[in-house]
């Protein structure tokens, strides 16, 4: 795998044959949805997503690649969680053209604010 490191203000990162987006999960969100990028207070980029399911049994975890295989159009067993499984910030591998996936995460994840 190549640099999978987000640069500039995007939070996913092609490497050879994927893409890798830092999420920051907000669970028992009350909904599921994509939120947007946003920065936090240590200037890291984050795809802020929120799920209805609480983080028990990696029920959240499930509901996170659930919502994101949708918004990008790919079979949920093209990705996997590869960091932070019990953790708010998240790093998530999606097999497939990164090209592809980052266009169309560009259209579902308007950039915020803080």
Do not use: F, Y
Request: glycine share 10%.
């Amino acid at each position: 795998m190549g640099d999978a490191s987000p640069t500039g203000s995007r939070p996913w990162a092609a490497t050879s044959g994927s893409l890798v987006i830092t999420v920051r999960l907000t669970p028992k969100g009350g909904r599921d949805a994509i939120e947007g990028v946003t920065q936090l207070a240590d200037g890291q980029s984050v795809l802020k997503v929120r799920v209805r399911a609480a983080p028990s049994d990696g029920e959240a975890n499930a509901a996170l690649i659930a919502v994101l295989a949708r918004a990008l159009g790919v079979p949920s067993r093209r990705m996997s969680l590869i960091s932070g499984a019990t953790a708010r910030i998240k790093r998530v591998a999606v097999d497939g053209d990164p090209v592809v996936l980052a266009a169309a995460l560009e259209q579902v994840a308007p950039e915020r604010q803080k």
